[in-house]
């Protein structure tokens, strides 16, 4: 339940037994989608990275296996990245 409340980084191995954020990393939260809930290490990207969002891998979007959901920094709250939609 304690991993619940921290979240869980998205690409994490399903069997890590701590899947959640990384004391010194810097996390952005994903809102709504497929990848709802989930944070996105950020940590090391360029200033210009974060800006910009990103297409990231899921095999439960529209498209399946292959397909990527984009996601992008929130209007006023560039801690949460917002789902815009999925793409091949």
């Known amino acids: ?3 619940l409340k921290r979240g869980r980084v998205y690409g ?5 037994p701590d899947p959640g954020p990384r004391q010194g ?3 952005r ?3 709504a989608g497929p990848l709802d809930g989930l ?4 940590t090391g990207w360029s200033a210009a990275q974060p ?3 990103a297409a990231l891998r899921t095999e439960i979007g ?6 990527r959901a984009t996601y992008g920094p929130r209007a006023g709250d560039a801690r949460r990245w917002d789902w815009s939609g999925d793409v091949r």
């Open 1 to 3: 339940m304690d991993e």
């Open 62 to 67: 529209a498209f399946g296996p292959g397909g």
């Open 29 to 31: 939260e994903l809102v």
């Open 12 to 16: 994490a191995d399903h069997e890590d």
């Open 25 to 27: 990393h810097v996390y």
């Open 39 to 42: 944070l996105l290490d950020v």
């Open 51 to 53: 800006a910009a969002g």
